[in-house]
């Protein structure tokens, strides 16, 4: 008889970095319109690089302000800290309606930048998930790793990242709760 193949545990974490109004361009914008809000449809994180798509979705006069600083390919939307990243950005905007925007990010040279993806994909390597969503003051992350090691040092290092401004909240750890199935609006008709 074969043997069946070793299954691993998926731990699950969830936290946020909170913006203080003025400590970042992009979240300024989330804060003063309310309702505006991203949310990450899918993130891809190697070594030195990270795609991204996201949909974010408000009112008309916030997305053209959006588009006016998120589309902006000189300032990183990433960085926690107080240096720009060397690193070259991209953006294309995939669907375009007056209330949203669904946007492909190409991230070069990430290992440069001081970012949740890159912090946490440098920690824990390969089989990192991430989602993650944008509100108010807050960019929230919800990752899964198949990693069985202690997150301390991920922490450590995100917390000594933050530039003035952003602070750093853990908002659970433990093992893998389900996951939104919903269909995402990112493609509606």
């Known amino acids: 008889m074969a043997s069946q193949p070793k299954l691993f545990s998926v731990k699950e974490f969830e936290f946020s970095i909170r913006f203080t109004a003025g400590a970042d361009p992009v979240m300024d914008l989330f804060q003063e319109y309310p309702t505006l809000r991203l949310r990450n449809a899918t993130c891809t ?86 989602e993650s969503a944008r509100t108010g003051g807050s960019y929230r992350w919800r990752v899964l790793s198949p990693a069985e090691i202690s997150l301390d040092r991920v922490f450590s290092r995100l917390e000594s990242s933050l530039r003035d401004g952003l602070s750093l909240a853990v908002d659970r750890l433990g093992v893998s709760e389900p996951w939104d199935t919903k269909p995402r609006p990112a493609f509606s008709q």
């Open 45 to 130: 994180v190697t070594g030195n690089s990270m795609w991204r798509v996201d949909h974010v979705d408000g009112p008309a006069d916030a997305i053209s302000a959006f588009d006016d600083v998120f589309l902006d390919d000189g300032r990183c939307n990433e960085c926690l800290n107080e240096h720009c990243c060397s690193g070259t950005r991209e953006y294309q905007v995939l669907d375009r309606r007056p209330t949203a925007r669904t946007v492909y990010t190409y991230h070069t040279e990430i290992d440069q930048c001081d970012s949740v993806a890159a912090i946490v994909t440098d920690h824990i390597a390969d089989g990192v998930v991430f």
